[in-house]
């Protein structure tokens, strides 16, 4: 049985993905998922800038778009923008963008 991913969720024109944000981190990376205590799941990102003036939403977009080879304009924080929990909007082919989203999870033993 495939597991359906938690930490994101596929639309018709893209994907909406579930991230926790630290902001300033001694570095920016994506730290791969996570479950919460109540049993949700979210990207785990670090981003050097401060959550002010919506540095640390850029930096994450930045880092996004890097990690998943798109251009910053496809990436856009849905919610969340002044929380650490946030729904980002990544725009593009659904199927395309879950391959790239997926091999961010842990591996499965």
Same mark, same amino acid.
């Given at each position: 049985?495939?597991?359906?991913?938690?930490?994101?969720?596929?639309?018709?024109?893209?994907?909406?993905?579930?991230?926790?944000?630290?902001?300033?981190?001694?570095?920016?990376?994506?730290?791969?998922?996570?479950?919460?205590?109540? +049993?949700?799941?979210?990207?785990? #990102?670090?981003?050097? @800038? =401060?959550? *002010?003036?919506? %540095?640390?939403?850029?930096?994450?977009?930045?880092?996004?778009?890097?990690?998943?080879g798109?251009?910053?304009?496809?990436?856009?924080?849905?919610?969340?923008?002044?929380?650490r929990?946030?729904?980002?909007?990544?725009? +593009?082919?659904?199927?395309?963008? #879950?391959l790239?989203? @997926? =091999?961010? *999870?842990?591996? %499965?033993?």
């Amino acid at each position: 049985m495939t597991r359906k991913p938690a930490h994101f969720r596929t639309e018709r024109n893209g994907v909406t993905l579930f991230v926790r944000l630290t902001p300033k981190s001694a570095r920016d990376a994506i730290e791969g998922v996570e479950e919460t205590d109540d +049993g949700r799941f979210h990207l785990k #990102a670090r981003v050097r @800038a =401060v959550p *002010e003036d919506g %540095k640390a939403n850029a930096a994450l977009v930045n880092l996004l778009a890097k990690r998943l080879g798109l251009a910053a304009r496809d990436i856009t924080i849905a919610t969340g923008a002044t929380s650490r929990l946030k729904q980002v909007r990544i725009s +593009g082919d659904p199927d395309e963008l #879950a391959l790239k989203l @997926a =091999v961010l *999870e842990p591996p %499965k033993y």
